[in-house]
């Protein structure tokens, strides 16, 4: 397989150059309303960065946020110059988006770099713009000799590790830059509403974990300025931010955005909350959710709001965005004959069915939130994702999974890999039918990672309905350790365009490669 350089090019760094409007790394006070030293006066600043993200052959989404009421408009170029740019009129960002928006660009050329900077301007004055905010991203191949690669991780600012100044905050999204890909799939839990960050933390030897803190952070998130309060934390990183204008993102959600092992009609008994109702909650998180991440299938892109969807990579990849949290059924001990419901609900297995069969790329990747063998509890009865434990025929949720196990091998349909993170360590899984209770499915692969920046968590047992076998895995063998205390995790694939293969390596902070498995195009199972 050829090896594409780690580092971005010197062209590519150059126009990273001006990406960070704020030149302070950790600096909350500029961030958050003080105009930064490269700002014109008096003119809107877009100090949080920008994004792309659900990138295309021909189109992708451009994201900003203001800290005034602006128009917002994007410039596309070929080249870093700028010469010649085709320029996209924006919304007009106010308080009702808590200053962000979002463009959809078209017609771009496929499988080509895009140059692209925002300007914010003076509602009542066009002319009066702020300081240019640059980014690039990759169109995605409309041929296949062009090889893929991403990345994939979730889990941030968890358990109470938060940015921490005195490690450089999130570093690791710097390693993932330097690692150039073609995009990044964050699976899940890209904040921790329910976990508020504290100043400092002792850890066991006694040294102090000290963290950035802001007032929404301070307590768990409940009404719309809180949520739009935790999903804004992240970007105070500049490695994020960094991050951000260079690496296209494919994000789905999990339950930390709204709380921990939530299910929709759940009333919580935490004293924590004046708001018992998580659905009230939850509806909160998907607007700020929205707001604050360039998604095609939510406002204003798409009315219905879905997290769920399959972006097309070219030839070689679709990836099939799972949301195993908005249409469950409740926690329980997840043992029932019939469920209709499951992790996914019907009408979204039904669209999952539909467009794997549809599928003609190499791979498909299906990217879920959850993990499918490993089994989560929640409490002592009853159990937050697929597994139960019982290692018999499949009950609960694992119907449902059976059923979409079963419709691939019957349509033959080749190239399935499942990508995950959730469970605060690192994995590879591959199920097998001659393993199993459950038999009637093609062998496939389960790749865990993660988190990206907060607590590691022991090991979970594995449950043996599709058999399941765990060719790798590293954790920590105590709960909630600080990322100064254990790597935190991230996963890359690689896909050659000339023989096809795709290359999963599971890597860790640091830059180690902890597992490596080569799969084949063009089999329904392996």
């Known amino acids: 397989m050829s ?47 920008v994004q792309a993200g659900d990138v295309t052959a021909h189109s992708g989404l451009v994201w900003v946020r ?8 994007v410039e596309t170029s070929a080249t870093e ?16 988006t808590d200053f962000t928006g979002t463009t959809r660009l078209r017609g771009l050329p496929a499988g080509e770099q895009i140059h692209y900077r ?41 358990q109470g590790w938060g940015i921490n100044p005195d490690r450089g905050g999130y570093r690791i999204f710097e390693e993932m ?35 950035v803190t802001t007032e929404e952070k301070s307590k768990v998130a409940e009404d719309l300025k809180e949520f739009r309060g935790a999903f804004r934390y992240n970007l105070l990183d500049d490695n994020l931010r960094r991050f951000n204008a260079q690496v296209p993102s494919i994000v789905q959600w999990d339950d930390h955005e709204v709380r921990n092992n939530w299910y929709p009609g759940q009333i919580l008994d935490d004293p924590r909350y004046t708001e018992k109702n998580v659905d009230v909650l939850a509806g909160r998180s998907l607007r700020a959710f929205s707001e604050y991440f360039p998604i095609s299938t939510l406002p204003p892109g798409d009315e219905d709001g879905r997290v769920y969807r399959v972006l097309r990579h070219g030839p070689l990849l679709d990836v099939f965005v799972l949301d195993m949290r908005t249409y469950r059924n409740a926690n329980s001990p997840n043992r029932q004959p019939d469920d ?44 937050e994702a697929v597994a139960q434990g019982d290692p018999g025929a499949p009950l609960g949720r694992e119907l449902q999974i059976a059923e979409l196990l079963r419709h691939i091998k019957h349509q033959k349909i080749t190239g399935t890999v499942w990508l995950t993170a959730d469970v605060h360590y690192t994995s590879a899984q591959h199920y097998d039918p001659s393993r199993a209770a459950f038999k009637d499915f ?46 935190q995790y991230f996963g890359e694939v690689d896909i050659d365009g000339g023989s096809g293969e795709l290359t999963v390596r599971l890597r860790q902070e640091g830059g180690g490669v902890l597992f490596t498995k080569v799969l084949q195009p063009g089999r329904v199972g392996q």
């Open 81 to 96: 110059s700028f010469r010649h740019p085709q320029r996209w009129r924006g919304p007009l960002l106010g308080p009702d």
């Open 340 to 383: 209709t419901t499951g992790i996914l609900g019907a009408r979204q297995l039904a669209w999952l069915k539909r467009e794997l069969s549809r599928s003609r790329a190499v791979w498909k990747v299906i990217a879920s939130d959850m993990p499918l063998g490993i089994v989560v509890p929640d409490g002592r009865e009853n159990f």
């Open 177 to 211: 830059r330097r690692r150039d890909p073609d995009f990044f799939l964050c699976s899940g839990d890209n904040i921790y509403a329910d976990g508020p960050i504290l100043p400092s933390v002792t850890l066991p030897d006694g040294t102090v974990w000290r963290n």
């Open 66 to 73: 203001s800290d005034r009421p602006a128009r917002m408009i």
């Open 3 to 49: 090896q594409r350089q780690p580092s971005p090019s010197p062209r590519r760094r150059s126009v990273l150059r001006g990406s960070l409007a704020v030149p302070a790394a950790l600096a909350v006070p500029a961030l958050a309303g003080a105009a930064p030293s490269l700002a014109l006066s008096g003119r809107p600043k877009a100090g949080w960065g």
């Open 118 to 158: 925002v300007l914010l301007a003076d509602p009542d004055d066009p002319r009066r713009t702020g300081k240019p905010v640059t980014g690039t991203f990759r169109t995605t191949p409309k041929g296949r000799k062009q090889d893929v690669r991403f990345l994939w991780s979730g889990d941030i600012a968890g």
């Open 442 to 487: 093609a062998p496939f692969w389960e790749f865990v990672s993660g988190p990206l920046a907060a607590g590691g968590f022991p090991a979970t047992k594995l449950d043996g309905t599709f058999g399941p076998e765990q060719k790798f895995i590293k954790a920590p063998n105590r709960a909630n350790t600080s990322p100064a205390e254990t790597p």
